[in-house]
Nanobody, 123 residues
Framework: VQLQASGGGLVQPGGSLRLSCAAS????????VAWFRQAPGEGREFVAR????????YYADSVKGRFIVSRGITESIATLQMNNLKPEDTAIYFC?????????????????WGQGTLVTVSS
């Protein structure tokens, strides 16, 4: 399974971006798909997770009410809609997947990772 994250860029505070995660080799069916981020000099931080089969979502407190994780238009695409972005959201964003068991939010519990996409929030 290979994942590819895309959609990052430069945005002003208060703006929005939509990230996508595309899977190849296997669809996201029967998986948990999560987004993590890593700011310069920091560790990898959990952002959001969706359990593919039932669509249930879970968010870090820091993004709750601003970010939305969802299933995309195919079984192989997941998205992260980021609204009301703040400078502290600046980071490299990674998507990750785990198959067969779902209720995890630690990076070490995810088996497949995308390469990351940079989000910069700055005026």
């Amino acid at each position: 399974v290979q994942l590819q994250a895309s959609g990052g860029g430069l945005v002003q505070p208060g703006g929005s971006l939509r990230l996508s995660c595309a899977a190849s080799g296997r669809s996201f069916s029967n998986s948990a798909v999560a987004w993590f981020r890593q700011a310069p000099g920091e560790g990898r931080e959990f952002v959001a997770r969706i359990i593919w089969n039932d669509g249930s979502e879970y968010y870090a407190d820091s993004v709750k009410g601003r970010f939305i994780v969802s299933r995309g238009i195919t079984e192989s695409i997941a998205t992260l809609q980021m609204n009301n972005l703040k400078p502290e959201d600046t980071a490299i964003y990674f998507c990750a997947a785990r198959y067969g068991s779902f209720y995890y939010i630690e990076a070490r519990d995810f088996d497949y990772w995308g390469q990351g996409t940079l989000v910069t929030v700055s005026s």
